[in-house]
């Protein structure tokens, strides 16, 4: 299978470009800066640089892409609307299918994350906003948006298991996730895809 990966120079960018060659697809990483996706070269690798900032330079990016995985994030001392930008861009460039990754407690998960976490997320103010913009974009496009809890540095979960929002466990704050387990979780979306148009759930129990 042919992937892109947007943002494959952040932590979760990194783990999905990694992952994805180890799975044996063929993977076009982009980065604004293609030198920091430090992940051993391949020939099953193409590095290139774009910035969603710029949607001229993501939709050449993008060009006969069948499938995108985006583990955009944001970046301390970023300006608000990176998320929302990358989200648009790539809808306008119309790849095959989308999967995009988006934070438990934002938006559509805002309910079933509970009143404690929302109020949490609240003190993200224009970032808050600027996820739940993407998503939007991503979901109405057809996308697929996984919603993880907090990141967690550790290997995969061997018991990982994706559900749909009416699935997600009840709890007073939701349970850390992997990294690692979320990119996991997205390829295996990629590869067999159970939630087009909707927000999903990796879940490590």
Same mark, same amino acid.
């Given at each position: 299978?042919?992937?892109?990966?947007?943002?494959?120079? /952040?932590?979760?960018?990194?783990?999905?470009?990694?992952?994805?060659?180890?799975?044996?697809?063929?993977?076009?990483?982009?980065?604004?800066? $293609?030198?920091?996706?430090?992940?051993?070269?391949? #020939?099953?690798?193409?590095?290139?640089?774009?910035?969603? %900032? !710029?949607?001229?330079?993501?939709?050449?990016?993008?060009? +006969?892409?069948?499938?995108?995985?985006? @583990?955009? @994030?944001?970046?301390?001392?970023?300006?608000?609307?990176?998320? *929302?930008?990358?989200?648009?861009?790539?809808?306008?460039?119309? &790849?095959?299918?989308?999967?995009?990754?988006?934070?438990?407690?934002? +938006?559509?998960?805002?309910?079933?994350?509970?009143?404690? *976490?929302?109020?949490?997320?609240?003190?993200? /103010?224009?970032?808050?906003? !600027?996820?739940?913009?993407?998503?939007?974009?991503?979901?109405?496009?057809? @996308?697929?948006?996984?919603?993880?809890? &907090?990141?967690?540095?550790?290997? #995969?979960?061997?018991?990982?298991?994706?559900?749909?929002? !009416?699935?997600? &466990?009840?709890?007073?704050?939701?349970?850390?996730?992997?990294?690692?387990?979320?990119?996991?979780?997205?390829? !295996?979306?990629?590869?067999? $895809?159970?939630? $087009?148009?909707?927000?999903?759930?990796?879940?490590? %129990?």
């Amino acid at each position: 299978m042919n992937v892109t990966i947007l943002a494959a120079s /952040g932590a979760v960018g990194l783990a999905l470009t990694r992952q994805a060659l180890e799975r044996g697809h063929t993977v076009t990483a982009i980065a604004r800066t $293609p030198a920091r996706i430090t992940v051993p070269d391949s #020939p099953l690798l193409t590095r290139v640089a774009a910035d969603v %900032r !710029d949607p001229d330079s993501i939709a050449r990016a993008l060009r +006969g892409s069948e499938l995108v995985l985006s @583990g955009l @994030g944001v970046a301390k001392g970023d300006k608000p609307g990176a998320l *929302t930008a990358g989200a648009r861009a790539v809808v306008a460039a119309h &790849p095959g299918r989308v999967i995009w990754l988006g934070a438990y407690g934002t +938006g559509p998960s805002a309910q079933a994350a509970g009143l404690a *976490t929302r109020t949490l997320l609240k003190a993200m /103010g224009a970032e808050l906003a !600027d996820k739940v913009a993407a998503d939007a974009a991503v979901l109405e496009a057809g @996308g697929t948006v996984f919603h993880s809890g &907090p990141f967690a540095d550790r290997p #995969p979960s061997a018991v990982r298991r994706t559900v749909g929002l !009416d699935q997600a &466990p009840k709890r007073f704050f939701p349970a850390r996730v992997s990294r690692e387990t979320v990119a996991a979780a997205m390829l !295996d979306e990629a590869q067999t $895809p159970y939630f $087009p148009g909707r927000v999903a759930i990796p879940l490590e %129990r």
